[in-house]
């Protein structure tokens, strides 16, 4: 009974206990963020994440994510598909996003025609810090403010989980530090988080739908 007992709870802790995201950085003084089981294939779940093209069919937070050079000028069109984000791999690090957002999210579902609510609008400059194809984990981080001031890195990333790994587990968290963390929370806290979870629950549906 006793050894029953602790292979369940060593279960349902290593269960628990799955991550694929790094830990947050010091200096972290809030976080955002979401994790929802995919039924689907990790490879799938990836395609999705990464055809950023492809956002504003499904996702009600991210609206549009556009691959840009340091000067951020985006890519040429052929250099944004999934196919040139796949073959560009860990050459993105260091390549430049232009995020629009809606925080609180749209409701859902949306897609490509789905007008934005331009009174929560917003433009986001980030510059891509990790793309981790193998461990299937990707990360940007905004460049609008130094990091003293706002510092924000939202990280997403794949694991296998469920029966013989064919599920998969979507995480995805932002941390926030600086002088403006405080301010930000405030201001959109609820928002943002509203929009990670709008976000898993869409590419779920995404995913399975499809
Ligand atoms: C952008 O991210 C890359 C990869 O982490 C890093 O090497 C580079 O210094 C960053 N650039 C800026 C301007 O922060």
Redesign the pocket.
Known sequence: MFLFSAILLLTSTLVYAQTNLPPLPDGTQWSAGTSITIDAPIDAVWDVLLDWEKYAEWNPFVRGQTLAN?FFIPASVEDRTLDALKAAGSSL??QRLILTVQIPPLPLPVDENTPSNLLHSQISFE????MQPTQHRMAW?Q?MFPDVILSAERWSALSRTGFLGLETLYESREGYGGALAGTLQALYGVGLQEAFDAQGVALKSRVEGS
């Open positions: 340091e690090e260091g510059n891509i810090t990790a981080r460049m």
